[in-house]
């Protein structure tokens, strides 16, 4: 197992809020993480498996489409073996949930893997969060820094 964590931004920061991934990771670059790996993808399920393959935790984060929307909302999933029924509501036509369900058929799983989703209020073109989205990614990295150093303590337990 390789060790440590990675945290995966999944998304395009020129289609506004579907870029809350990336802008998550974005704000994590200067937390001092050690034995984190700071990673973007556009969510491409063979990309995501290299990254995640071998991790203690792997934590994704991406936008996501909810009814009734809740622009900013975030969801937080902890990945279940064997997998739930039903199909996740991301923002691209592939991408988290077919590279969990690619991972698993494969055993390529991380030990632990955790996605968290935040509504989407604006996936127009161009770059910039909208308002909600942004103090979602602020809120979010705070919660991922206190995750990845739990992680990590634990991990030199181990």
């Known amino acids: 197992m390789r060790p440590g964590v990675v ?16 802008a998550v990771v974005d704000r994590l670059r200067g937390a001092g993480l050690s034995g984190v790996t700071l990673a973007e993808s556009d969510g491409e399920a063979c990309a995501l498996m290299l990254l995640w393959h071998g991790r203690r935790l792997a934590i994704v984060v991406d936008a996501v489409r909810a009814e009734p929307p809740c622009p900013g909302r975030v969801h937080r999933l902890v990945v279940p073996w064997p997998a739930p029924p ?16 690619l991972a698993r058929a494969l055993a390529r799983l991380p ?19 909208s308002p909600s989205v942004a103090s979602a ?12 150093r739990a992680a990590g303590r634990a991990g030199t337990r181990a």
């Open 137 to 148: 990614a602020d809120r979010l990295a705070a919660l991922i820094i206190g995750e990845a």
């Open 86 to 101: 039903g199909r996740s509501a991301g923002t691209h036509a592939t991408g988290p949930a077919d590279a969990v369900a």
């Open 7 to 22: 945290v995966i931004g999944v998304g395009n920061p020129y289609r506004r809020d579907d870029g809350v991934g990336p």
């Open 111 to 129: 030990q632990r893997l955790v996605v968290y989703g935040v509504e989407a209020a604006d996936t127009g073109f161009g770059p910039g969060l």
